[in-house]
């Protein structure tokens, strides 16, 4: 793999367990928190699985707190126009489905906490392009590169891009961090991530 040192994959997953294993104790009672916050706040499950893209083109269920109203994929069609990204992106503005309590859970990132649990499953690490929620079959072929690694609860252009960005403009961002990716490397992306959490906007 361009740029990885030899040895690295192994190191990374190890990283991954040893720091999720030893930040339980922490994000535990968090969860916990957040659950009895989303419990009181809308009626519908705490955690839901939403099918996304991984190494390979493997498809796996990404677990995240709910931050929307219950049935926020049947209103998605009805807002359709107020999409300000091209498909297969979809992003609106000051999204009417997401909650009183979904929208402070965005804004801390407490919203991908399950994705321990992806981590641990060996389906995620804790560094890599971020999954899409669609299919293989929607991506270019130069897309293709960015699932050669297993995908991450954050990446490069979650630090260094735009919430606006493209999915083109994102996936340059996941090449160049293929082609560079090290340890270092990953150790600076959880420090900004750290940071930008820290400042309150988000990763």
Known sequence: ??????????????????????????????????????????????????????????????????????????????????????????????????????GFLRRTSLDELPQFINVLRGEMSLVGPRPTSFAPSAYALWHTKRLEVPPGITGLWQVKGRNAM???????????YIEEMSFA??????WWTAMAVLKGSGA
């Open 1 to 102: 793999m361009p740029g990885a040192p030899r040895g690295y994959m192994s190191t990374k997953r190890l990283f991954d367990l040893v720091l999720c294993l030893s930040l339980l104790p922490i994000v535990a009672p968090l969860m916990a928190l957040c659950a009895i916050a989303i419990r009181l706040d809308s009626p519908g499950p705490i955690v839901f699985a939403q099918q996304r893209t991984g190494q390979h083109g493997v498809r796996f269920p990404i677990f995240k707190f709910r931050t929307m109203v219950r049935n926020a994929e049947e209103l998605k069609s009805t807002l359709a126009h107020l999409n300000v990204l091209p498909p297969p992106d979809f992003k609106i503005p000051n999204d009417p489905r997401i909650t009183r309590v979904g």
């Open 166 to 176: 493209t999915f083109d403009e994102r996936l340059r961002l996941d090449i160049r």
């Open 185 to 190: 490397l990953d150790l600076k992306i959880l």
